[in-house]
């Protein structure tokens, strides 16, 4: 079955500056890799989303690039801003027609930006 | 964006006593549901898929007649946590499948459950 490393599990930036959290998953299937945002107490809220069949897609200050050959795929914020505190999670999934296989969760990353 | 909503958002029951936990997808049909359960400072794991109409499958080591899923329409999803012991006591989330062409999965705000 799949399985998502995601990495670093805290990352700490000061406001204004970038931040990457990087994930890397096993089954070369997996075609759906989204990013969700979790703050305390509620539930994930997707941010972006990225398919097998782009390489690399962008959202305001927000950017997601896949390398399906080597199996990882990273989100990068930029311009980093305390709002965006939070634990961010990336998941993978294969994803067909009406179908949807179970998202597969990275541990999740806590994101401190220190303004 | 799509929204799913979660109700109650927190609760507290007795020992021994069940809980129902709604999902609903409020603005597009999701032929299937996800509930999960999150641990404190932990990732979210998954515990069984509810497609309507028929029975929800669960994930290995959880206990399918404990956790009572129903999903008896395209935009409502229940959980019945039965005979809820402290043990229970959990933050649990539902997510939903928007095929709306793009097959993407949104998640409700999450139910803190305490058992007491």
């Known amino acids: 079955g799949e399985n998502v490393e995601q990495h670093p599990s805290t990352l700490s930036v000061q406001e204004g500056d970038s931040a990457v959290i990087k994930c890397t998953y096993s089954?070369?299937?997996?075609?759906?890799f989204p990013w969700y945002k979790q703050e305390l107490g509620k539930g994930p809220q997707l941010i972006i989303d990225?398919?097998?069949?782009?390489g690399e897609k962008k959202d305001q200050r927000i950017a997601v690039t896949l390398n399906k050959t080597a199996k990882h795929f990273s989100l990068h914020i930029t311009e980093t801003q305390p709002e965006d505190s939070a634990v961010y999670f990336c998941?993978?999934?294969?994803?067909?027609?009406?179908?949807?296989?179970?998202?597969?969760f990275g541990k999740g990353t806590k994101l401190s930006v220190k303004p | 964006g799509a929204v799913v909503s979660q109700h109650p958002s927190r609760v507290i029951c007795k020992s021994g006593t069940s809980v129902k936990i709604e999902c609903r997808s409020l603005?597009?049909?999701?032929?299937?549901m996800f509930w999960y359960r999150q641990f404190p400072k932990q990732s979210l794991m998954l515990m069984a898929t509810?497609?309507?109409?028929?029975?929800?499958?669960?994930e290995q080591g959880v206990e399918k007649d404990k956790f009572l899923i129903n999903h008896a329409s395209l935009t409502l999803s229940t959980l019945t946590v039965t005979s809820a012991h402290p043990e229970d006591s959990s933050f649990y989330i539902c997510?939903?499948?928007?095929?709306?062409?793009?097959?993407?999965?949104?998640f409700g705000e999450g139910s803190w459950l305490t058992v007491v």
């Open positions: 990225i398919r097998s069949n782009v």
């Open positions: 997510s939903a499948l928007s095929g709306e062409g793009r097959n993407t999965i949104y």
């Open positions: 089954d070369s299937a997996s075609n759906y």
């Open positions: 998941a993978a999934t294969l994803n067909y027609g009406g179908s949807q296989g179970n998202l597969i």
């Open positions: 603005d597009f049909q999701a032929t299937t």
């Open positions: 509810s497609n309507e109409g028929s029975k929800a499958t669960y």
